[in-house]
């Protein structure tokens, strides 16, 4: 995928989110497609216990703490395990 105008992938990737959703029939131009999954994606982690710093560390969002600021973050495999976690995309929608 070719960078957007200012040097980004997602830009791009939200773009082609955003089509695909709308041909699913979700055409409320109120809704910006791309976040309304993260926070399905946040909602999912929340019932299948993932912890709230993990899950924030994979949709990327920071934490108001400032001691959550020292380190290095979360391993590979510390997220690949909350991400096993999670049902198949297909059951997370019911």
């Not at 399905?40 to 108001?64: I, M, P, Q, W, Y």
Request: proline share 4%.
């Amino acid at each position: 995928m070719t960078p957007a105008r200012f040097g980004r992938r997602g830009g791009n990737a939200t773009k082609i989110i955003g089509r695909w959703v709308r041909e699913q029939g979700i055409a409320n131009s109120r809704k910006a497609p791309a976040h309304s999954w993260r926070h399905r994606f946040k909602d999912v982690c929340r019932n299948a216990g993932v912890e709230r710093s993990v899950h924030d560390a994979l949709t990327g969002h920071s934490s108001a703490d400032v001691g959550d600021k020292y380190g290095l973050g979360y391993s590979l495999h510390v997220l690949a395990a909350a991400i096993a976690k999670l049902p198949s995309p297909l059951t997370a929608l019911t």
